[in-house]
């Protein structure tokens, strides 16, 4: 062991994407992290890239932010017991994405109801995705769905074990807004993030969650205003996104056109920096390695917003709306990228432009806490430029 700091230089960057709603293209050429955490930003001339431990030639690529998915439903490693699927966290991060938040570990076979039972299920399930990190992505989770007979001590024994998240509010057995309203403020006097389950049941034995609820229970997430899949009548989602301060979280195992609404709703009343991105897998849809860019392309094509604001509906919103150290490129936050490049045979003159004609971008790296994780994607179209670690 040597007191030097692991430095990554990644130079020859094409396009910077910062994560920042109010000003998603950065100028500069060249980023520098240090013990996985960047450190300065801007272009190579200017900045100190001596005695890199790592670097790394972006080829004229464009990096990211990492991104983000605000909602799926791990289990345990890297194996889903919804559709019987091995390594679909490995496959996510050949999708770009570094960081995963768990709205619940709901599919867990014989998950347990009772109040015992399931803060040890949730503080068992923060723990074994804080020890262990499938393919080196960051899973955030641990988040108990809430039961009748859960007290204000409940709430404070979990945090204090660990517990940052709820699962969704409606999962469960409460299923009306008083009593949740209850057991989400004593989430969050305790420091423990909220959601909820909006809109018509997603699987049997879940239930109905409309707009009235989603505004009496207050969570600090809308989960998937789009459904999930089925959404709430066209006028209820134009409330919420009038009445909520919260996030407003799209998903893509939700109704698209409801995704569409949203997207134009809060676009006409200035709230875009509201949007956050998630899947909503594993489900019964199965899980999406490319959700979260088929998200982007998705509500940049058909929902005519930039592709380099949209990106930051899956990277910066996430992470303010989440407080969470990644997903914006700014010096002290972690040095978690996606480099990616206009996929081959794509249309447009641009990355950008071929992302805002609807077509994926190819990913070419990705780097978590400064470690290089993954090299050419095997799960988005090719990129056309690779970037070399030399
Ligand atoms: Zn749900």
Redesign the pocket.
């Known amino acids: 062991m040597t007191d030097t700091p692991r430095k990554l230089v990644i130079r020859k960057i094409g396009l910077l994407l910062s994560g920042k709603i109010e000003q998603p293209i950065l100028d500069g050429d060249c980023i520098v992290a240090l013990d996985g955490k960047i450190s300065a930003v801007g272009y190579e001339a200017d900045l100190d890239t001596d005695e890199a431990t790592t670097l790394i030639d972006a080829q004229g690529t464009t990096l990211a932010p990492g991104l983000i998915d605000s ?1 799926v439903h791990p289990v345990i490693g890297d194996y889903t017991p919804r559709q019987q699927q091995l390594s679909w966290i490995d496959s996510t991060l050949h999708g770009g994405v570094t960081t995963l938040i768990s ?1 619940g570990e709901v599919h867990m076979p014989g998950r347990p109801k009772d109040v015992v039972g399931l803060k040890a299920m949730a503080i068992a399930s923060q723990r074994w995705y804080e020890n262990f990190r499938p393919s080196g992505v960051k899973v955030h989770a641990g988040a108990p769905v809430i039961e009748h007979g859960m007290v204000e001590q409940d709430f404070k024994d979990l945090a204090e074990a660990g517990v940052k998240l709820l699962g ?1 509010v ?2 469960g057995s409460v299923k009306d807004g008083k009593t949740a309203r209850q057991m989400v403020d004593w989430a969050r006097k305790y420091g423990i993030q909220s959601t909820i ?3 018509g049941p ?1 699987i049997p034995g ?1 239930g109905l969650i409309d707009a009235d609820m989603v505004l009496e229970t207050g969570t600090d997430v809308v ?2 205003i789009n459904g ?1 899949h089925t959404a709430l009548p066209d006028d209820q989602i134009i409330c919420l996104c009038d009445g909520c301060k919260s996030a407003l979280e799209i998903v893509h195992n939700g109704n698209e056109r409801a995704a569409l609404l949203t997207l134009n709703t809060t676009r006409e009343l200035g709230k875009l920096d509201q949007l956050i991105l998630g899947t ?1 897998g594993p489900a019964g849809s199965g899980v999406q390695p490319l959700g979260i860019l088929r998200m982007i392309a998705m509500l940049s094509s058909l929902g005519n917003i930039p592709a380099e604001t949209a990106f930051c509906f899956g990277t910066g919103n996430t992470a303010r709306q989440r407080k969470l150290d990644t997903g914006l490129i700014e010096p002290g936050f972690c040095a978690d990228f996606v480099l990616m490049d206009q996929a081959q045979n794509s249309p447009g003159a641009t990355i950008l432009e071929s992302i805002q004609q609807g077509n994926l971008p190819g990913v070419g790296m990705t780097i978590i806490d400064g470690v290089v994780t993954s090299h050419r994607s095997r799960n988005t179209p090719p990129a056309g430029r690779i970037p070399l670690l030399t």
């Open positions: 909602h709205a969704e409606g999962l389950h909006t809109g997603s879940s989960g998937h999930g909503d």
